[in-house]
């Protein structure tokens, strides 16, 4: 997990919650998947991981310095795109819901169904941290929650709620973390796997009814004070930091060919590696916050 990089990419997301406000102010819900940038306490439901972060010093910033599973000092991604978009709070985690009441009353507010530590691939997590939600079966929930949907709005009117919420998403990193800790492999088929499956799960959401995504792509992983020390001289480690620049062109093509291909389909592409190298060139994100011109989106067409 990229608990190095959180803070400058928590910064960099108010951004993507800037952006997306911009082109779309009439979001009725916000459906969250992805790895511990975004999740707001699945693994807390987890009992085999050690993805968690439900104890002290997490949340010591959060309202009641409460540690929630939020893999953050406060907020995280998902609350401040959730704030940004104008909600009261960031949407409660899948496994809160244990029952089919506490489902039911949620599932037209949004639901948030990442997993600390999990990935794009089903196999990422289990070797580095024990049980997580890989994205396949955080798809195959939201499926669950489609079901219950069908049964109480009919599935017309599901469908139409559906298309006009936001699928939320950032993930990619711990798939990333694993296959630079193993012996040096084939980087461009190994992106290019990483997108097709990621391309796989969108397009299930949609035919699960998902319409408008907002994707952030991978941020400088090899940043992270853990990959740092893989370089001699402290600086960030070239060869992860070259494939998370490598994933941003690759999943640009991979949504625009599934905008072509699915009709009344929308998304953003949050730049993520280019918004935190952005403020680690001058860490003065305040200003920058204010100031920048949202120009790291090329892809927005909602
Ligand atoms: C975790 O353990 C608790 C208590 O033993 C059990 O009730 C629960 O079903 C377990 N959860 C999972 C996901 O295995
Ligand atoms: C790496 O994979 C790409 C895409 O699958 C392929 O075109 C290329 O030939 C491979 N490179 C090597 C050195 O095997
Ligand atoms: C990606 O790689 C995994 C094994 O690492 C393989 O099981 C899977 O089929 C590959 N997917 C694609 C789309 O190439
Ligand atoms: C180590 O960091 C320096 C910048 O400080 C960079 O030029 C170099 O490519 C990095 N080396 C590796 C092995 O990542």
């Given at each position: 997990m990229a608990t190095g990089a959180l803070s400058p990419l928590l910064l960099s997301l108010c951004l993507i919650g800037l952006a997306l406000q911009r082109v779309d102010a009439a979001i009725n819900a916000m459906f969250v998947f992805g790895d511990s940038t975004v999740d707001v306490g699945n693994n807390n439901y987890l009992n085999d991981t050690k993805a968690k972060a439900n104890f002290p010093h997490y949340g010591i910033d959060f309202p009641g310095s409460v540690a929630t599973g939020r893999f953050s000092n406060g907020y995280n991604t998902a609350d401040l795109l959730a704030q940004q978009l104008g909600f009261p709070m960031s949407p409660p985690p899948f496994l809160s819901l244990s029952t089919p009441k506490c489902l039911t009353e949620q599932m037209f507010k949004g639901i948030n169904f990442a997993s600390g530590?999990?990935?794009?691939?089903?196999?990422?997590g289990p070797l580095q941290v024990g049980e997580v939600i890989p994205m396949n079966t955080q798809v195959q929930n939201f499926a669950t929650v489609r079901r219950q949907m069908d049964k109480l709005a009919g599935p017309a009117g599901a469908a139409d709620f559906l298309s006009r919420s936001l699928f939320f998403i950032s993930a990619g990193s711990n798939d990333m973390f694993e296959y630079s800790s193993?012996?040096?492999?084939?980087d461009t088929a190994f992106i290019a796997n990483l997108t097709s499956t990621y391309g796989k799960h969108l397009k299930a959401l949609y035919n699960f009814g998902a319409r408008k995504f907002g994707i952030v792509s991978i941020p400088p992983?090899?940043?992270c004070p853990s990959q740092r020390l893989r370089n001699q001289t402290g600086g960030c480690y070239e060869m992860l930091n070259s494939l998370s620049r490598g994933f941003y062109p690759a999943i640009g093509a991979t949504l625009q060919g599934l905008q072509s291909e699915l009709p009344e389909m929308s998304y953003a592409l949050g730049n993520g590696y280019e918004m935190v190298a952005y403020i680690f060139e001058d860490p003065q994100p305040l200003r920058k916050l204010f100031h920048m011109k949202i120009n790291l989106f090329e892809d927005i067409s909602f």
């Open positions: 530590g999990s990935g794009i691939l089903d196999q990422t193993k012996s040096h492999g084939n992983l090899g940043c």
